[in-house]
């Protein structure tokens, strides 16, 4: 039976043949898939002037990089990306779940119009609004406030995203009434049945939408290019350009920030990785 | 937009009610359906406060700067001058052109590849369990990073990385980002890399739902595999195919960062696409009215194409 368990057949396959054959596949697979990456840690943590100096052989192991990293004020720029990517999720996790549940728990008159006005932020690109998005920043209608330059320009417009909303929601519609309507009769107020019931309920929900936050505001590179208009401000993603082309320190420090800009996504999607891959499919289904 | 309340200074979550809801539908039986109203519309409120500023705001004023030269000291009506000249301007027909080749050639590229790997990858062993997440880390890993990366690896000198691979084949370096004629290759190159893997994951999760029964029948028919493939595994993907062509149809032509960061458009244009001249002609030329529409013209041709794919999909499925 284990020969029908895929379309090719192939784990099911015995012989010296066919298993050279995914010797061969799945080696080249995963270097070619995670030799780059192997290759920035170990090129990292060499000593190298070389322009071309990307290597998957360490010869002089050293911590040179991350300690010239220091001068070149990369550590200012992890800080910030932290600070961005710590308040924005939060915001962003605590927006989700409170719209979702407006969706999935109550009937109201407009309810479609706001699904769909979910819907067409997903179906609009940032990069579309870029733009546009520069002079709002700077000049918040109404409200006058100048954005440029501070975490909040970077953190808000990152707090709603459509397809949080639209994971959390489906996610909501599955929790079962009964307990809302046993916390209401026992007198609790909507906030208090909220965070009481209903959040603990949608912890497995929030694991999709965690990790899927953490690494679309981690990714963020238009936005803050756009926000933050002082080196002081950049985060680590953006500051990588100016890493470049130094010539007393070659590209030494910028692999060393390169692994430090890589390293928390890569650890957020390994230990996250069964609501990563659940939020993908979902997400995906959804167009 | 309808929908979206009156702004509120507050980014947390109001509390308030929201003076713009409608009025209480009686829906609900028992008691207060206007409070259930009011209260749904509370906690939507901090979400269509935040897509109001920083999505729709932003729509609209770029629709109205299109229409105008943005200048310092007040913005003169020039209609569909910027438009016009856009469309005529051959930096930015070259561009549209760059990001259409772009787009088309990493959604082939990434389909066809993340099918094969995930062909190959099929099956429940542990092990495979192992290559399939080593072979989806580039996807997870940030967009900047990756492009440092492979800007090091495409060196374009003998000892770059990939050419020293080349030189192994005996083949001669090449100039990779640097030269004219490859730079719009290498670049998709770069982004099938880390695409494949992504469209390997949703193929994955499609071929879950193929009925096995339909491959042991072809066994005892004595199918080949590849008849397998063409007549069972292929046809069960089609929704696959359309959830990956959707998704590159909103995604494929605003590609910005892997330009941006491996050649910023050059050398001297080769690479040059939509966004990066937009990019470039807002906030470096302060050419704001012609960069907002270029935005325009990028947001309807995505309107358009995704339009088009749902139109062909309703198309096969009927």
Not at chain 1, 242 to 248: A, H, M, P
Not at chain 1, 249 to 264: E, F, K, R, T
């Amino acid at each position: 039976m284990r020969r029908f368990d895929s379309a090719l057949g192939l784990e099911a396959a015995r012989g010296p043949v066919a298993t050279l054959f995914k010797v061969l596949v799945h080696g080249t697979m995963i270097v070619v898939f995670t030799g780059p990456l192997v290759g920035l840690l170990v090129s990292a943590f060499s000593r190298t002037l070389d322009p071309t100096g990307f290597t998957l052989w360490p010869d002089a192991l050293s911590l040179t990089n991350f300690v010239q990293a220091a001068d070149k004020n990369v550590y200012t720029y992890l800080l910030n990306s932290f600070v961005v990517v710590g308040f924005g999720l939060l915001l962003q996790v605590l927006v989700s779940v409170f719209a979702a549940y407006a969706l999935a728990r109550k009937k109201f008159r407009g309810m479609t119009v706001v699904m769909l006005v979910m819907l067409t932020t997903m179906m609009l690109p940032e990069e579309i609004i870029a733009i546009p998005l520069s002079l709002v920043i700077a000049d918040l209608p109404l409200l006058h406030l100048d954005l440029v330059g501070t975490y909040a320009g970077m953190i808000l417009p990152v707090g709603a995203w459509g397809f949080s909303i639209l994971v959390m929601t489906e996610f909501m519609k599955e929790v079962p009434v009964e307990l809302e309507e046993a916390a209401r009769i026992d007198g609790a107020g909507e906030l208090r049945t909220f965070f009481t019931i209903i959040l603990p309920l949608c912890r497995p929900a929030l694991g999709v939408i965690g990790v899927f936050g953490f690494t679309m505001i981690w990714d963020q590179y238009l936005l803050p290019l756009i926000v933050a208009t002082e080196p002081d401000m950049w985060t680590l993603p953006i500051a990588l350009r100016s890493l470049r082309s130094d010539e007393e320190v070659g590209i030494g420090v910028l692999l060393a920030a390169s692994l430090l800009a890589l390293l928390p996504s890569i650890i957020a999607f390994l230990a996250f990785q069964r609501q990563f891959m659940r939020g993908l499919t979902s997400g995906a289904v959804k167009g | 937009m309808t929908a979206a309340p009156t702004p509120t200074p507050a980014p947390a979550p109001a509390r308030t009610p929201e003076p713009a809801a409608p009025a209480p539908s009686g829906r609900r039986p028992g008691r207060g359906p206007r409070r259930g109203t009011l209260v749904a519309w509370a906690f939507l409120a901090p979400a269509l406060v935040l897509f109001l500023y920083f999505k729709f705001i932003p729509m609209f004023e770029g629709l109205r700067m299109s229409l105008f030269e943005v200048r310092y000291v007040g913005d003169r009506f020039v209609g569909l001058d910027n438009y016009r000249r856009i469309l005529t301007d051959d930096a930015f027909t070259q561009a549209i052109w760059h990001s259409v080749v772009l787009a088309v050639g990493t959604t082939a590229g990434s389909i066809v590849l993340g099918l094969v790997l995930a062909l190959l990858v099929e099956g429940p062993a542990r092990y495979l369990w192992f290559v399939r997440t080593a072979a989806f880390l580039p996807v997870v890993t940030t967009m900047a990073v990756v492009a440092e990366v492979w800007r090091i690896m495409y060196h374009p000198a003998d000892t770059g990385l990939i050419n020293s691979i080349l030189g192994w084949a005996g083949i001669a370096p090449q100039p990779f980002l640097a030269g004219e004629d490859s730079s719009l290759l290498s670049i998709m190159g770069m982004s099938v890399w880390r695409g494949a893997p992504y469209d390997m994951m949703i193929f994955l999760a499609g071929l879950v739902g193929v009925d096995r029964s339909l491959y042991e029948a072809a066994a005892v028919d004595g199918a080949s595999t590849w008849r397998r493939l063409r007549h069972i595994t292929l046809p069960a993907l089609r929704p696959v195919f359309w959830i990956l062509f959707t998704l590159a149809a909103i995604r494929g032509l605003r590609v910005f960062v892997e330009v941006y960061v491996l050649t910023n458009g050059g050398p001297n244009g080769s690479s040059e696409v939509l966004m990066t001249l937009i990019y470039k002609l807002g906030f470096q030329k302060g050419e704001l009215g012609i960069a907002a529409a270029g935005g325009i013209v990028l947001f309807v041709a995505t309107l358009l194409l995704t339009v088009l794919v749902q139109v062909m999909r309703g198309r096969q499925a009927a």
